[in-house]
């Protein structure tokens, strides 16, 4: 009879990623999580997400239109937006500012803003997967589904929370759209031009609909379908952990299958969130790297600073503060993604245990099995399969 070898290279490896852990949850938290009900309250679907994924997919009572007039709307409005700035803004900035011409600095910072104005569309167009009757939000039964009370109250005060944010976002897109025109503050100089009056409108227009969608409906919704997800692998890991692999019944019952489920629950993570996550990293780094090139940009901060009455320094300054912030965004977004993708080696950690717990041929092949057709939730890969630049765990 053949023997099999139970330190092969798979056992190897789930050997050295037990003792590699990820350190985004220590020993401690997750022994917590694990002791915590995770079935304790019913997760919740909030209305303003359900009724922007009708907006956004305009949808009927009884079925779904295959166009999405706001959708189209919103891309219309990036693209133009990008536009303006890329052809619009260089001459008239460089004339509010007193400089005979654009120089270099200025037309980066153009380039690198047009860039980040599209780059929204692919949020928006997430948030449309996701939210739409029948989406992603859906697909993971959120608002059906228990989750830990913990959990949902997380939820509820990043609810309130997002929505203050969106509020806010709104109010700047106002504050432009009025500025622009009659500059009721100062800050948009008698003599701008009317090109760089009509990219401030674009862009209140963006921080009045681009805002709040992005907060309320694209990024509350990853939030919920990342907690969502983390719960049942949270489960996951506690059936392997109190299982006994020489039942047959036992483990196919409460181990194989709520493992396999991950799969697909991870698979709509995945589509329905990460090209978002792509979005916001092009927009939030383009964003910075103009804000960068105009800190850097000597003449073109002080005749901002001189056209708009304000102390010298003043726009440097705030460059350089919005430019710390929209560098460190993305991954800020992509926490609580990476937090749920730790669970997925926690679930590989625990299956090699059941290994060394039960070192017999059968409950090795059990596992192998198991190992081999989840592999692909451990993999190295970028946030969700889209944000390359992000190198976190993610379980897709």
């Not at 997760?43 to 009708?54: A, C, D, N, T, Y």
């Not at 654009?102 to 980066?108: C, D, I």
């Not at 589904?145 to 700047?172: C, N, Y």
């Amino acid at each position: 009879m053949e023997v099999i070898q139970l330190n092969t290279p798979e056992a190897d490896q789930n050997d050295a990623d037990h003792r590699a852990l990820p350190a985004t949850t220590s020993r401690s938290e997750r022994t917590l999580t694990l002791a915590r009900d995770s079935d304790a309250v019913p997760s919740v679907f909030p209305r303003e997400q359900r009724i922007l994924g009708v907006l956004l997919s305009t949808c009927s009572v009884t079925e779904c239109s295959a166009t999405c007039v706001l959708g189209y709307v919103l891309h219309v409005l990036g693209a133009a937006a990008g536009a303006f700035w890329l052809f619009a803004v260089p001459n008239g900035a460089a004339k509010v500012a007193g400089m005979e011409e654009p120089n270099a600095l200025l037309y980066v910072t153009s380039a690198m803003s047009a860039l980040a104005q599209p780059a929204m569309i692919p949020v928006i167009a997430a948030a449309r997967v996701s939210l739409r009757p029948g989406g992603a939000l859906e697909d993971l039964d959120a608002g059906k589904v228990l989750i830990s009370e913990q959990d949902a109250q997380t939820l509820s005060r990043w609810r309130w929370f997002l929505a203050a944010m969106s509020g806010l976002s709104v109010l700047v897109g106002l504050f432009c759209v009025a500025e622009a025109p009659l500059s009721p503050l100062g800050i948009m100089p008698p003599d701008a031009p009317v090109a760089l009056r009509v990219t401030w409108v674009l862009v209140g227009l963006e921080f009045i609909t681009f805002g709040p969608i992005a907060l309320i409906g694209w990024f509350a919704s990853m939030d919920t379908a990342s907690r969502l997800c983390r719960d049942q692998a949270v489960e996951a890991v506690r059936a392997v952990s109190e299982a006994d692999p020489t039942d047959d019944s036992a483990w196919k019952k409460s181990v194989e299958a709520p493992a396999m489920a991950l799969r697909h629950k991870f698979e709509v993570l995945s589509d329905g969130w990460g090209d978002g996550l792509l979005g916001i990293g092009i927009f939030s780094w383009s964003s910075a790297a103009a804000l960068l090139s105009s800190s850097m940009n000597q003449p073109l901060m002080a005749g901002l600073d001189a056209a708009s009455q304000l102390e010298p320094g003043t726009w440097r300054i705030t460059c350089f503060v919005f430019m710390v912030i929209f560098v460190f965004l993305p991954f800020l977004l992509a926490k609580d993604i990476a937090d749920t993708s730790t669970w997925c080696s926690y679930l590989m950690a625990e299956l090699n245990d059941v290994r060394t717990r039960c070192m017999t041929t059968e409950t090795h092949l059990k596992v192998q099995m198991l190992e081999v057709a989840l592999e692909r939730l451990v993999r190295q890969k970028a946030v969700a399969s889209s944000l390359s630049l992000v190198c976190v765990r993610a379980c897709i």
